[in-house]
């Protein structure tokens, strides 16, 4: 079967198994496209044109992907919104993208009262009963029988996390064909993968890049799809045994929970017919990821990428002869390190992470200001900071936003981290910088314990002095802060920021 993407393969193997969605039930080839047509036609009667903009704020599920599917085949710019968020930043993201309809869940009823304020109530949708919505299932009852107008493909416009500020939407400029590949419309940079038989699991919420781009490209390479809603360990485990799993996509907060379970747990799984673990996202601790490519092998796939573009690539050979790396580019991407000047920094030493535009451009929506501030001529920066050996692969060292600076000199909380997450007791962990009136910053660890472990002043004392033992001092926590959640999202995004304000209330902060 060539590899010509969904909308082919639907065409050709209406049969072929195509969806496993989280209450398992299956679906078709043939039947989400049939559904996505429909939805097409839907979007037609009420007026959309292909290049107008749908907002889609849905849990993972068969809805989701048949809202995707038609909006990339309507030509519409899809802006998947993390429905996490309070109804006014719901709706900042609706205005702001200029949406003309929203697709929503029951589920989210409180917030989408005023999400939605600002549509027509004929262009608010939610599976399920929402009042001041239309049914979900009058969007699958659009009339097919006219011949619809080929359009150009459409655009995912995703929306940055806004961990400092209004998040912006990330436009890129692609031009697709008519039912090209729908991994395509995603603008992650992976290239369309080859035809396979075998079966995807993606249980990251499909707002984020890497877990769309992932279910969209294991469609176009005729995959079964397994969809999880709410990602655990047993679950993962469960599902891979049962259908037979060859390709994930994780986290390495994943990583850590599977570490977890109990070994008469955790090796009585049957993994053995995964082929394929991608993961990214956030920086992974060495130990944690050694430990997982002991356990299911040298599968384990790494990428650094951003919403904006492409980055790097590595595979578990290439990461067990250089711990710690994030790869060389992918390609078609040029990747500099530069300092604050703008001159290329020398092999080993840490500076800003460029990467070019090479595969596509991009704007951040509405905010001129924003997209030039991080550009060096075709090269972009998203303020990570890191530095490249002399083989060309990246290591990072941790975000610009998120360097502690302790009496001039400057701290990774990454580095730091990666220590904390060795520490048996330590469930989950994040380091922040804390004001000092004498070094101006100090270092503070924010610690989520394991179950069952109690948070005391032992406990504290230990987990700093398990840190001494491995870091120089001046890196080391000078407390520990115990909290019952960090409040990762299913991602394993945090937002850094939040911790922060809770030390520096009232102080005047360096960024």
């Known amino acids: 079967m060539p590899a010509e993407g969904f909308f082919a393969i639907a065409r050709a193997e209406p049969d072929r198994p195509a969806l496993v969605d989280p209450a398992e039930a299956t679906s078709t080839f043939g039947e989400l496209l049939d559904d996505a047509d429909r939805v097409v036609a839907a979007f037609r009667s009420l007026g959309l ?70 549509l027509d109530p004929s262009r608010r949708f939610a599976v399920g009963a929402v009042e001041g919505y239309r049914p ?24 940055t996390s806004g961990t400092t500020g209004r998040p912006k939407g990330v436009r890129k400029r692609i031009t697709l064909p008519p039912d090209a590949p729908i991994g395509l419309a995603t603008g992650i940079g992976v290239p369309v993968p080859a035809a396979d038989d075998g079966t995807a699991l993606v249980g990251g919420p499909l707002y984020h890049g890497n877990p769309l781009a992932a ?16 990602w655990t360990p047993e679950g993962f485990l469960r599902l891979v045994e049962r259908y037979r799993v060859t390709n994930a996509v994780m986290v390495p907060t994943m990583f850590h929970r599977l570490l977890a379970l109990p070994d008469e747990v955790r090796l009585a799984a049957d993994v053995s017919s995964l082929r394929r673990v991608m993961h990214g996202g956030a920086p992974c601790p060495i130990d944690t990821k050694r430990r997982m490519i002991e356990w299911l092998g040298p599968i384990l796939v790494e990428g650094y990428s951003s919403t904006e573009g ?16 994030v790869g060389r580019p992918s390609p078609g991407v040029t990747l500099k390190i530069l300092d604050d000047d703008g001159h290329e920094c020398p092999t080993g030493t840490p500076g ?79 380091v922040v910088g804390a004001p000092n009136d004498e070094w101006g910053e100090e270092v503070r660890a924010v610690v989520e314990p394991r179950a069952g472990v109690a948070a005391d002043d032992a406990l504290a004392a230990d987990i700093i002095r398990f840190c001494r033992d491995r870091l120089a001092h001046y890196k080391c926590p000078v407390a520990v802060d115990f909290v019952d959640s960090l409040g990762r999202d299913p991602n394993g995004k945090l937002r850094k920021q939040v911790l922060r304000d809770r030390y520096w209330a009232g102080r005047t902060r360096r960024i």
């Open 136 to 159: 979900f299932e009058e969007l699958l009852a659009g009339d097919t029988s006219e011949q619809q107008e080929t359009v150009p493909g459409g655009l995912v416009m995703f929306y």
């Open 352 to 430: 800003r992470v460029f990467v070019s535009q090479a595969l596509w451009q991009f704007e951040y929506l509405g905010d001129e200001e924003k997209t030039r501030a991080n550009r060096v001529g075709d090269l972009f920066t998203v303020g990570d900071i890191g530095y490249v050996d002399d083989e060309g692969y990246l290591f990072l060292c941790d975000r610009v936003a998120d360097v502690i600076v302790s009496g001039g000199v400057n701290i990774y909380p990454a580095e730091v981290e990666g220590v904390l997450l060795e520490h048996p007791a330590v469930g989950d962990a994040a």
């Open 215 to 230: 279910m969209a490209m294991a469609l176009d390479a005729g995959q079964r799809l397994v969809l999880m809603e709410r």
């Open 310 to 325: 492409a980055g790097t690539l590595v595979t578990s050979e290439e990461w067990l002869a250089r711990p710690g790396t």
């Open 49 to 118: 044109a292909a290049g107008d903009t749908i907002a889609v704020a849905l849990p993972n599920s068969r809805q989701f992907v048949v809202a995707y599917a038609a909006a990339i085949r309507a030509g519409l710019v899809f802006v998947p919104v993390n429905w996490h968020l309070t109804g006014p930043e719901i709706a900042y993201i609706v205005e702001n993208s200029e949406a003309k309809l929203l697709v929503s869940h029951e589920r989210f009823a409180p917030a989408l009262a005023v999400a939605g304020a600002a």
